[in-house]
Structures are given as structure tokens and as C-alpha cells.
């Protein structure tokens, strides 16, 4: 079983709709969790940093962590065409482990 | 603001030459400066890390090397490439906040 587990997609959305991006992981000692969007042939792009349980709000992006189900999400309000790009999700362990373990990443088109 | 640079951009090569994939950071000091490769349907592949100069920490063993010869550079290395060698490269930073920053990536295809 792997760490942290993500739906590759492809997922198709229309323009306006709400997104929701998943990652599930296995280790209950990840504390630390992040969201990367990555477009095409670019370095990934970080989104949004939560520690622990809780939501976290930034514009049209939310991110939502479940310690109890091991399950972390991205939510993705009005969604745009330029949102189309492949998303990642990080966590880690304890801070200053030095080691982040990614998700394979969604694909995400939003059609105009 | 802070920055990461990495070049080249674009990278081909032959089965057999050597490498070398150069990637520096602006605007901070003494970061932790991380190597991974990343591969379709894979995610992203530790390949190392640094926290100074130096100090380099391997995670997989393979063909290729890290070195920090100074506090914002961090080189990526190979004596000769094998074709499994072929990849997107991507250099990142991380300040103690726990989050990582990355760099543009270099494609590599080794032929």
C-alpha cells in the first residue's frame, strides 16, 4: 500500500463548477499538508499549507484535513480554465524530517 | 522575495555521457535544498538533500550524485546516464517552515 494515495484523473469540470481533489494516506503521524498545482512542463506551484485537522480558506481554494480518516481535500470554488493542471498533494511528518511524500497528482481540465 | 533558478532547461543526452544539472536560490540563507525526479504516473522521487554545505543526504541508491559547494547552489551529477536516467528534474528550497518551493525543472531524455 502506498503512503498516499491520489486519483490520477483525468477530471473534467465546466467552467464555474466546484472541484474536489483528494489524497488519502496511510502514515497517522503525517501532521503537515500541502496542496501544489503543476502545469505542464512547469516546476510544481505551492497552493496551500495546513498543519493538523481543520480547514484552511485562501480565495477559491479550501483546504480540508481529516486526521481520523486519513483523508485530506482541495476545494476549488468558480473554477477557471486557468485552474486546468495536474494537482499535488504533499504532507510530512514531523517538522525538520527533510522528507515530504507527494501523491502521483489529479489531472484537472475546466472547460470553457 | 525568494527565488530558484535551474538550468538548463531542456536537456538530451546520449546512454553513456555525463551530467551535470545546476540549481541556485535567491533571496535566502542557508535553506535545505532538495533534488527529485519526477516520472509520469510516479509522482515525485526524493533523490536528495541537502541542509548545508556539504552535507549531502542520498534516499535512492542509482548512478547519480548531489553537491553543495556553496550555501545556495545545489548540482546534480552523473558519470554516465543510463536511459532510465530520463526524467523531469526538479531542484526545491525549504526554510524550517515545512513547506517546499520548487524550481522550474530541467527535462532530461537520454537516448
Known amino acids: 500500500q502506498k503512503e498516499v494515495e491520489q486519483d490520477p484523473g483525468p477530471l473534467s469540470v465546466p467552467e464555474g463548477a466546484i472541484v474536489s481533489l483528494n489524497c488519502t494516506y496511510s502514515?497517522?503521524?503525517?501532521?503537515?499538508f500541502m496542496w501544489y498545482r503543476q502545469y505542464s512542463r512547469k516546476g510544481p506551484e505551492l497552493l496551500m499549507y495546513t498543519y493538523s485537522s481543520g480547514n484552511k480558506e485562501d480565495g477559491r481554494f479550501t483546504a480540508q484535513v481529516d486526521k481520523s480518516s486519513k483523508y485530506i481535500s482541495l476545494f476549488i470554488r468558480d473554477s477557471q480554465p486557468s485552474d486546468s493542471a495536474t494537482y499535488l498533494c504533499a504532507m510530512s511528518t514531523t517538522s525538520g524530517t527533510y522528507k515530504y511524500i507527494f501523491g502521483t497528482g489529479t489531472r484537472l481540465k475546466v472547460l470553457a | 522575495s525568494q527565488t530558484i533558478h535551474q538550468w538548463p532547461a531542456t536537456l538530451v543526452q546520449p546512454v553513456g555521457s555525463p551530467l551535470s544539472l545546476e540549481c541556485t536560490v535567491e533571496g535566502t540563507s542557508n535553506p535545505n535544498l532538495y533534488w527529485y525526479r519526477q516520472a509520469a504516473g510516479r509522482g515525485l522521487q526524493l533523490l536528495f538533500y541537502?541542509?548545508?554545505?556539504?552535507?549531502i543526504s542520498s534516499e535512492v541508491p542509482q548512478n547519480l550524485s548531489a553537491s553543495r559547494p556553496q550555501d545556495r547552489q545545489f548540482i546534480l551529477s552523473s558519470k554516465k546516464l543510463l536511459l532510465s536516467d530520463s526524467g523531469f528534474y526538479l531542484c526545491?528550497?525549504?526554510?524550517?517552515?515545512?513547506?517546499?518551493?520548487f524550481g522550474p525543472g530541467t527535462r532530461l531524455t537520454v537516448l
Open positions: 502514515n497517522s503521524a503525517f501532521q503537515y
Open positions: 541537502s541542509v548545508g554545505i556539504g552535507q
Open positions: 526545491a528550497w525549504e526554510d524550517g517552515t515545512d513547506t517546499q518551493y
